[in-house]
């Protein structure tokens, strides 16, 4: 068996608090659960559990366009082969206190034509590797101050290479100060959601700009295992729950907690192989494109 | 039978069309000369003879059968004199001949493309199944330990080499990529078809001499430059020949496989070969574009 990574964030638990940073909540909560006996009015069975309630913005999820209130597309529509893909890995691990990662520290590690040879719905998913895993929950403070993907690249991401997410091992793609601002809003209704898809997001433009193409963002993954020489591989983000609505009108939701893995690419025999199958993919591809 | 007295005169028509039909070679006349054009006896003789491999006498008489059937008519005599000095006769197809023998056709070569299109849309159905095996594939390659053997491993890759270009070539054809932009994106592009057999077939000698030439027009390239990249080596020539026209026919390896690999083996990308390079490989782009019929592209899915 290759080697596997999990790209999952864990939930860090300290007793039983859920240290995660402030703006987002979780609770976690050991529970005795009993049946009663209808007959005998005692409870008989009795078993432990857990019940965890948590934002779904939290840890390793993705982010739908629906976050924004557009949409495109039915979450609960999408195939399970949407979500294993291959992958891109981009190493720029650097100091991330100041500046945004910009175009051109990727730009050369990018190679343009893996996405664009392919239709989109075949493209790979391109994850960032910026090193901020490392202050998950150790040091939240410094793990919420990534200073988030510069307009350039979110624009060449959304406009030249369009893969069909984007993932990354930060709390979000845009600066993530913003990320407080949204506690701001507790109650919604309708004209609170027709009040998103009027405007705009300045504050989190990069995740408009993306969701708005319909390119979903993987955020929070835990890559500091991934080692340097890495840069292709197979990703499986699946969601941790599969919804379906018996009614006509869905719940709108916007984010679909997942586990990660990463298989990377195999450098042995079959590493030609897999290269031989992706010039052929390219070729069928855009033979019934 | 049908007392053909009774026949209206315009059932009698009818038949005398179908008649003229009923050979091959009266039908390959018809074919030809449904443009509307006219055309000399002997074009069409020739042309049918050649095609057929009859010979041109019988041609001939089939060519007088439809003129008696009022099928082809006189129209008028060429402008250019014929063999004997004499300026030849011209035929056409009769106007209503012309109109009954077009509709006819389109009729039938409007199902012949319907069933083509079908065609297509099944292959594109095999086409699409194969990528989901080659999805397949890919996967377990990726999650497969190593106790794949050896010899397994090597047969795909012998099967993915041999249909790789192929597969190539019909995408080229269907939908023509992105023109060329830079000199590294040319130069994979002319190692890949100079690699190709099945594409190299596609480009004569001729055809290849006329593409170097157009993108040396093209890219202003001074022939003393390219010379050396195509293989001409020899000063002598080099003065001799102050046209790549010249040049490419002199050469003593002038089969396109072994021009493209002496320019792909020989080129530095620098500004002024750059510029060439990338002319020639959208000319060769454009080329196989325009070649490839759809009968090709049916032959190359089929026959995979």
């Keep these: 068996m290759r080697k596997i990574y999990d790209l999952t964030a864990p939930i860090c638990l300290e007793n039983d608090v859920v240290r995660i940073p402030k703006p987002k909540s979780a609770e976690i909560s050991l529970e005795l659960i009993g049946h009663d006996l209808l007959l005998s009015g005692t409870k008989l069975f009795k078993y432990l559990s857990n019940s965890i309630k948590f934002e779904v913005h939290l840890g390793t999820h993705i982010d739908l366009p629906t976050t924004f209130a557009y949409q495109s597309v039915d979450p609960f529509k999408i195939p399970v082969d949407f979500f294993i893909r291959e992958a891109h890995v981009i190493h720029v691990e650097r100091d991330y206190s100041k500046k945004s990662l910009t175009l051109d520290e990727v730009k050369d590690k990018i190679d343009l034509k893996e996405f664009t040879e392919l239709p989109r719905e075949r493209r790979p998913a391109l994850l960032f590797k910026t090193g901020m895993s490392r202050y998950w929950c150790y040091d939240n403070q410094k793990y919420m101050n990534f200073p988030g993907l ?6 060449f991401i959304a406009y030249e290479l369009e893969p069909p997410f984007i993932g990354i091992d930060a709390i979000s793609i845009d600066r993530t100060i913003e990320h407080r601002s949204l506690s701001l809003y507790t109650n919604i209704d309708e004209e609170f959601i027709n009040l998103l898809r009027m405007q705009e997001y300045t504050a989190l433009l990069g995740h408009d700009i993306l969701l708005r193409k319909n390119i979903y963002i993987l955020e929070n993954l835990d890559m500091r295992e991934i080692p340097s020489d890495v840069s292709r591989g197979l990703l499986i983000a699946l969601p941790l729950f599969r919804f379906t609505s018996l009614t006509e009108k869905s719940v709108m939701i916007t984010a679909l907690p997942c586990r990660a893995i990463f298989i990377p690419e195999p450098k042995d025999s079959f590493n030609e192989i897999i290269k031989k199958l992706r010039t052929l993919e390219k070729e069928l591809s855009g033979i019934i494109e | 039978m049908t007392n053909l007295k009774l026949v209206s ?97 389109t009729y039938l070569l409007e199902g012949i493309t319907d069933k083509r299109a079908k065609l297509i849309e099944k292959s594109l159905d095999d086409v699409k199944a194969l990528l989901n095996i080659v999805d397949d594939v890919k996967l377990k390659l990726y999650l497969a330990s190593h106790d794949v053997g050896d010899e397994i491993i090597s047969n795909l890759s ?23 932009a830079d000199c590294e994106n ?46 001409i080596v020899y000063e002598a020539k080099l003065a001799e020949h102050h046209d790549l026209w010249d040049m490419v026919g002199t050469a003593r390896h002038n089969d396109p496989a072994t021009i493209l690999k002496t320019l792909t083996d020989n080129i530095k990308c620098t500004e002024a070969e750059a510029s060439y390079l990338i002319s020639l490989a959208n000319n060769i782009i454009r080329y196989l574009s325009s070649s490839i019929t759809n009968q090709d592209l049916i032959r190359l899915i089929l026959t995979f």
């Design chain 2, 158 to 180: 012998k099967a993915l080499d041999s249909c790789v270009p192929i597969f190539s070539l019909v995408r080229e054809a269907v939908r023509p990529r992105t023109f060329v």
């Design chain 2, 186 to 231: 040319a130069l994979e592009l002319l190692n890949k078809i100079s690699a190709n057999q099945v594409i190299l077939r596609k480009i004569s000698a001729d055809k290849m001499r006329e593409l170097l030439y157009v993108a040396h027009i093209e890219s202003n390239t001074p022939p003393e430059k390219l010379g050396p990249l195509l293989g």
């Design chain 1, 150 to 155: 510069s307009k350039s690249l979110i624009e």
């Design chain 2, 9 to 105: 005169k315009r059932s009698k028509r009818l038949f005398t069309y179908f008649k003229a039909l009923g050979n091959p070679i009266r039908f390959l006349i018809i074919y030809e000369m449904l443009d509307g054009r006219p055309y000399t006896k002997n074009e069409i003789v020739d042309y049918v003879s050649v095609l057929t491999e009859v010979p041109k006498t019988t041609v001939d008489r089939h060519f007088r059968t439809l003129l008696k059937y009022g099928i082809v008519r006189t129209a008028g005599k060429s402008a250019r004199d014929g063999e004997k000095g004499r300026k030849p006769l011209l035929y056409v197809l009769s106007v209503d001949s012309l109109a009954f023998y077009a509709n006819l056709f």
